[in-house]
């Protein structure tokens, strides 16, 4: 596949992203920020991203793993996770730690 | 000649803290775009040991008087050797919640401080809490930003270091008559 048509493709995926609700305006505005002097910004924020994400993934997978589960501990990691979600435009992912502490907070006064 | 701006008048250095690395690099970004210079730390405590204040002193003043070894005159040049030391540091942006020092701690610290109670502090936060955004601003904090932070806030600042930048020539001034003063006996 040619560099051209490889390019179309990922304009069509990311735009499918915005309509599907999966990337919101903030992404627009890191894309925004690329330029000849920083051609690579993208690419580094959504790799900083993907690392600091799966790191904070596996901290709530085993949080939630224990049978008493510290949910202020907990709390934590998804208020960071839907910190850094929120500054790249990661609208879904947002959403989800929002309703992840949310339940959380409700079990925790259950407990 | 300690008074000399050895900076580029035109820039201004932004000390960014957040102990987020993406926001970090983000508010960086979103800084030098705008043409500042930027330094980010990634805690309060490192903010305030690249300014030059150690964490622990409760006074910070005593602290400076017995580092200072410049004994020709002792207020005149205490100011900027200050200003020296936190390496022209014209604005502080801090993220508000942070482990250990947040920013409220950091924005109460250095309004305490004589010599850097001047330099403007900008509060950022992911949260949208009035009663914390109402303290951060009457404790000092010049703006509050939500958070994810855009370049139209960060153009806002600029108002600020202008504010900062024309008040440091009126100080520099007022120590060149103190000089001419006390160097005239």
Same mark, same amino acid.
């Given at each position: 596949m040619?560099?051209?048509?490889?390019?179309?493709?990922?304009?069509?995926? $990311?735009?499918?992203?915005?309509?599907?609700? $999966?990337?919101?305006?903030?992404?627009?505005?890191?894309?925004?920020l690329q330029d000849s002097t920083n051609p690579n910004f993208v690419e580094e924020v959504i790799t900083l991203f993907c690392n600091d994400a799966e790191r904070i993934i596996n901290e709530i997978n085993r949080n939630l793993g224990y049978q008493n589960v510290d949910f202020s501990n907990l709390d934590s990691y998804v208020h960071q996770l839907k910190g850094s979600s929120s500054s790249?435009?990661?609208?879904?992912?947002?959403?989800?730690?929002?309703?992840?502490?949310?339940?959380?907070?409700e079990r925790n006064k259950e407990g | 000649m300690g008074m000399a701006i050895d900076r580029d008048d035109t820039q201004f250095h932004v000390l960014a803290v957040d102990d987020s690395l993406i926001d970090r690099k983000l /508010?960086?970004?979103?800084?030098?775009?705008?043409? #500042?210079?930027?330094?980010?730390?990634?805690? %309060?405590?490192?903010?305030?040991? #690249?300014? %030059?204040?150690?964490?622990n002193d409760a006074d910070d003043d005593e602290e400076y008087e017995q580092r200072d070894s410049n004994t020709e005159s002792v207020s005149s040049d205490e100011d900027q050797d200050h200003q020296d030391l936190g390496l022209g540091v014209n604005l502080i942006i801090t993220d508000y919640c942070m482990p250990g020092m947040t920013g409220y701690d950091l924005l109460k610290k250095i309004k305490k401080s004589s010599s850097f109670k001047d330099i403007p502090v900008v509060i950022m936060s992911s949260e949208n809490i009035p009663s914390r955004i109402n303290r951060?601003?009457?404790?000092?904090?010049?703006? #509050? #930003?939500?958070?994810?932070?855009?370049?139209?806030?960060?153009?806002?600042?600029?108002?600020?270091?202008?504010?900062?930048?024309?008040?440091? /020539?009126?100080?520099?001034?007022?120590?060149t008559s103190t000089r001419l003063i006390s160097s005239g006996n």
């Open positions: 040619d560099l051209a048509a490889l390019k179309t493709q990922l304009k069509n995926f $990311v735009q499918s992203m915005f309509e599907e609700g $999966v990337l919101d305006n903030q992404f627009s505005q890191i894309q925004a790249i435009g990661a609208n879904r992912l947002k959403l989800a730690c929002a309703n992840l502490r949310q339940a959380s907070d | /508010i960086e970004r979103l800084l030098k775009t705008s043409s #500042f210079q930027v330094t980010a730390v990634d805690s %309060g405590s490192k903010a305030l040991e #690249f300014l %030059g204040l150690n964490n951060c601003l009457e404790d000092g904090a010049e703006e #509050f #930003f939500l958070k994810p932070v855009q370049l139209s806030d960060v153009n806002k600042l600029r108002p600020h270091l202008m504010k900062g930048r024309s008040k440091d /020539i009126d100080s520099s001034h007022k120590t």
